[in-house]
T-cell receptor, first 113, second 117 residues
Framework: DQQVKQNSPSLSVQEGRISILNCDYTNSMFDYFLWYKKYPAEGPTFLISISSIKDKNEDGRFTVFLNKSAKHLSLHIVPSQPGDSAVYFCAASENFGNEKLTFGTGTRLTIIP | DTAVSQTPKYLVTQMGNDKSIKCEQNLGHDTMYWYKQDSKKFLKIMFSYNNKELIINETVPNRFSPKSPDKAHLNLHINSLELGDSAVYFC????????????????FGPGTRLTVL
């Protein structure tokens, strides 16, 4: 039973354009959401997060949007750069804590120069 | 200076063997975790320890036993290895502050690729 879903296994975007990665969840108890970025042969690194009391959080080129009614979040990267090429994992947790994260299967983003 | 380290990075072994993966964090965090990333790239939590005490224990065969000698270390012992145990295992740590403006998160090690033949 996959509670966090990333339905696009891969995405290719031209350099300089906007990259939009999507994530859906089924557990209504999730109230804290994170995006991780993973390069090959490395562990995931934290990118950006959002709690359910907000619908948008921005950090430089990265913005995460949360639509609680649709149980959907998205990560926008603008402008996309070649170094953004990686696998992006969406994760969620309950009770605003991060003790137990549930991850999606990831989306491989490729930025085309 | 590595924050979360795991050894070994690669582990190839025969079915039925017993093996251990070590994890150390130098971040002063109170909480450590083990995750398994399977062949479908699904990253799933296995265990969580807070100050050497088991907090989360997901549905994992009891052939897997975490051991935390101190809060900077969380080792994973696997007995009677099976083919299905082949995966990448990630260790992580966090300060686990909580709260709606929570900005802390989990820091992951580089992973250990376990191959059971």
């Amino acid at each position: 039973d996959q509670q966090v879903k990333q339905n696009s296994p891969s995405l290719s975007v031209q350099e300089g354009r906007i990259s939009i990665l999507n994530c859906d969840y089924t557990n209504s108890m999730f109230d804290y959401f994170l995006w991780y970025k993973k390069y090959p042969a490395e562990g995931p690194t934290f990118l950006i997060s959002i709690s359910s009391i907000k619908d948008k959080n921005e950090d430089g080129r990265f913005t995460v949007f949360l639509n609680k009614s649709a149980k959907h979040l998205s990560l926008h990267i603008v402008p996309s750069q070649p170094g953004d090429s990686a696998v992006y994992f969406c994760a969620a947790s309950e009770n605003f804590g991060n003790e137990k994260l549930t991850f999606g299967t990831g989306t491989r983003l490729t930025i085309i120069p | 200076d590595t924050a979360v380290s795991q050894t070994p990075k690669y582990l190839v072994t025969q079915m039925g063997n017993d093996k251990s993966i070590k994890c150390e964090q130098n971040l002063g965090h109170d909480t450590m975790y083990w995750y398994k990333q399977d062949s479908k790239k699904f990253l799933k939590i296995m265990f969580s320890y807070n100050n050497k005490e088991l907090i989360i224990n997901e549905t994992v065969p009891n052939r897997f036993s975490p051991k935390s000698p101190d809060k900077a270390h969380l080792n994973l012992h696997i007995n009677s290895l099976e083919l299905g145990d082949s995966a990448v295992y990630f260790c992580a740590s966090s300060q686990a502050l909580g709260g709606p403006e929570f900005s802390d998160t989990q820091y992951f090690g580089p992973g250990t690729r376990l191959t059971v033949l």
